[in-house]
């Protein structure tokens, strides 16, 4: 069965800093895999969609990178800023239109 | 635009009721899910819908029920079999071979 891991649960940094959120899955056979963003009390926000045949994906300052031969998926989050403060959800899909495998989250705290 | 509206925003449920979660989109997606998220448990699915007129179980279906009638909507009843049903409950929808589109959430408190 599909499991996925999120480390780590939290983290708090100052503002302007770099830093990497890591994703782990334990079946290497996904389909795609999706990095999201929730806010306290909000729906999720989808940040990057990552194909099986794709290593990685960029949107402004986040950039997300896959492994599948290692089971690892990363967001690289550049510049960090208050604004950026939420918790992140990396999730897998094991086939088209199936449904998403949730890590449990890793929450960011920004400080200015 | 397009997206997903989930309603109400805020359930009350008294012990013994059913009640009833909405959840439409206009995104023209064929699968629709349900997911249920606690604190600290991260999302389990609940049931989910790949067309109309078909569901299936999730990880956790017991004492809930949905059906699809129409593409466009996919609701959640939350059945008095439900022990514990306070919760974030989180729908969802995709085409099929892209990213998923989530609701805002309806948030269901036991009084």
């Known amino acids: 069965k599909q499991e996925v891991t999120q480390i780590p649960a939290a983290l708090s940094v100052p503002e302007g800093e770099n830093l990497v959120l890591n994703c782990s899955f334990t079946d290497s056979a996904i389909y795609n895999l999706q990095w999201f963003r929730q806010d306290p009390g909000k729906g999720l926000t989808s940040l990057l969609l990552?194909?099986?045949?794709?290593r990685e994906q960029t949107s402004g300052r986040l950039n997300a990178s896959l492994d599948k031969s290692s089971g690892r998926s990363t967001l690289y989050i550049a510049a960090s800023q208050p604004g950026d403060s939420a918790t992140y959800l990396c999730?897998?899909?094991?086939?088209?239109?199936?449904?998403?495998?949730f890590g449990k989250g890793t929450t960011l705290s920004v400080s200015s | 635009d397009g997206g997903i509206t989930q309603s109400p925003k805020y359930l009350f449920r008294k012990e013994g009721q059913n009640v009833t979660l909405s959840c439409e989109q206009n995104l023209n997606h064929d699968a629709m899910y349900w997911y249920r998220q606690d604190p600290g448990q991260g999302l389990r699915l609940i049931y989910y819908s790949q067309i109309v007129n078909d569901f299936q179980k999730g990880d956790i279906a017991e004492g809930y029920s949905v059906s699809r009638e129409k593409k466009e909507s996919f609701p959640l009843t939350v059945t008095s079999a439900q022990k514990n049903p306070t919760a974030f409950y989180l729908c969802?929808?995709?085409?099929?071979?892209?990213?998923?589109?989530f609701g805002s959430g309806t948030r269901l408190t036991v009084v």
């Open positions: 969802a929808s995709s085409p099929g071979q892209k990213g998923y589109t």
């Open positions: 990552i194909q099986s045949s794709q």
């Open positions: 999730a897998v899909s094991p086939q088209a239109g199936t449904a998403l495998i």
